[in-house]
């Protein structure tokens, strides 16, 4: 009984920030992977950043530098800070550990 559950994203103008959550039932973030993906419309999911048991992360190219992947293990959340937002992050972001996806949350930058 895996669960996890996304949370944060809306609707910001390109330049703004937000910060996603992930908070899982069933497993421990602080001993599994990471991940978040994303998928915009008409577009392939892709991956945009991982944290993993050791707390080493690794981001995609298209995000390194604006965005942050992090992890409160009292908590059992892993977040995805994400500032300089562009129209092009638009796209619905999945929490992804093992092979457990949660339910997503829709992220729109627009003017």
């Known amino acids: 009984q895996v669960q996890l559950v996304e949370s944060g994203g809306g609707l910001v103008q390109p330049g703004g920030s937000l910060r996603l959550s992930c908070v899982a039932s069933?497993?421990?973030?602080?001993?599994?992977?990471v991940a978040w993906f994303r998928q915009a419309p008409g577009k392939q999911r892709e991956w945009v950043a991982t944290i993993l048991n050791s707390a080493h992360t690794n981001y995609a190219d298209s995000v390194r530098g604006r965005f942050t992947i992090s992890r409160d293990n009292a908590k059992n959340t892993v977040y995805l800070q994400m500032n300089s937002l562009k129209p092009e992050d638009t796209a619905v972001y999945y929490c992804?550990?093992?092979?457990?996806w949660g339910q997503g949350t829709q992220v729109t930058v627009s003017s």
């Open positions: 992804q550990s093992r092979t457990t």
């Open positions: 069933g497993i421990i973030f602080s001993r599994n992977g």
